[in-house]
């Protein structure tokens, strides 16, 4: 388990080490908003309880200027671990059956690799949509895709606790933590 870090701003940065949100506190660089007392932190000198959200003393300034890259890890989380051909999930896959990447116009008819055209599939229905079409294969898409914003990348492949669900729900909305789970 990591340590939420927020911006001075109160907005959600990233998930560090609990040795580095530590470090951050006793250096006081950070404030510890929320601590885990049933798991303290001791050495020889001082006992502490374990952070779980801290708030970084000064500003921080993040570039949002960047556009992500499609990876599958990227890409699965933003449909759900779900094919978006049967609807299956990840975990309703057979034993030789994985998830995929799908392109919707495939590349050797001109397509893209962009996130406007690019879907998750399971191997079965990868296999038979091949090199054709959805509509061609009667393969409907359950939903349309579109590119994500950079919150939703951000979190959409890091596992946070209740707690640290709250406070970016508080900064992006409940909607960026429905997506979470």
């Known amino acids: 388990m990591g340590c939420l870090a927020l911006n001075a701003s109160y907005e959600p940065l ?45 500003f921080i300034r993040v570039p949002r200027r960047f556009r992500r890259q499609v990876t599958n890890t990227f890409l699965f989380a933003r449909d759900g671990y779900q094919c978006q051909y049967c609807g299956r999930n990840r975990r309703d896959l057979g034993y030789r059956e994985s998830l995929t990447r799908d ?16 879907v998750t599939a399971c191997s079965k229905c990868n296999l038979r949509k091949a ?9 409907p898409l359950l939903t349309e895709p579109r590119e994500p914003n950079h919150v939703e990348l951000i979190w959409a492949v890091r596992s946070v606790t209740p707690v640290q669900a709250k406070y970016i729900g508080t900064f992006y909305g409940q909607d960026v933590v429905n997506a979470l789970s």
Do not use: F, Y
């Open 14 to 58: 990233t998930i560090i080490p609990i040795r580095r949100a530590v470090r951050l506190v006793l250096d006081q660089k950070a404030e510890a908003l929320e601590v885990d007392s049933a798991r303290p932190i001791r050495s020889e000198c001082i006992q502490m309880d374990t952070p779980v959200v801290i708030r970084l003393a000064r």
């Open 103 to 118: 392109h919707i116009i495939p590349l050797s008819r001109g397509g893209e690799n962009g996130w406007t055209n690019v």
């Open 131 to 139: 090199d054709r079409l959805p509509h061609e294969c009667g393969l």
